[in-house]
């Protein structure tokens, strides 16, 4: 049986940790999405490094605000932070012919390819087994997709494990709404690139 597949069951919770996992390199697409994701690590004994990588937000005055909020969170629990590149101009290469698809499309599909990319191999630059991401938290987003990605990513870095948990599971989503208002993070109200900020202009 693979690894990720090796799952053991917590007390009171329909959220689960794979067998042996004691230290996960998570992919935080924001501090608000990522704060009782957190907490409920850390709780369970798993000791999470936030990896922000997100060159998909635009413009850069909105990723700057989404990635010290982040390291605000991070700080405030002492857990480790890495601050990833910031290279849209790469993400939109990585994108281009997919600007107009809808939001759940394949220009997400992309996104979270390329961004899932980046946390398996920085996890195991840093011997980090187990990855895993904020983005399952979010009702906006196609789990399929997210899973898609991260075991595509998991297949091509060797010694990586991809965690495909669903995140809006255990009530995280009502916690997460009440650690918005605890630390006052900003809240965003579109996704992050420009053509999920267009959709929501036109809706």
Known sequence: MPLRRKLMKQKASSLTIPTGLTHVMLHAC??????????????????????????NIFPLEEY???????????????????????????????????????????RCETCFAIRLLATAQEARKRGITWFATTLASSRWKNLQQIEQAGYAAEKAVPTTHFWAQNWRKGGLQERRNALLKLYGFYNQQYCGCEFSMRDINKR
Not at 31 to 54: D, H, K, M, Y
């Open 30 to 55: 924001c501090a608000p999405c990522s704060s009782a994701i957190v907490e409920w690590l850390l709780a369970q004994g798993v000791r999470p490094t936030i990896f922000f990588f997100n060159p």
């Open 64 to 106: 700057t605000t989404r990635k010290e909020e982040s390291k605000r969170h991070a700080e405030a629990l002492g857990i480790s932070w890495i601050d990833g590149d910031y290279d849209h101009r790469a993400w939109r290469n990585g994108v281009c012919g997919l600007e107009d698809e809808p939001e759940r499309g394949k």
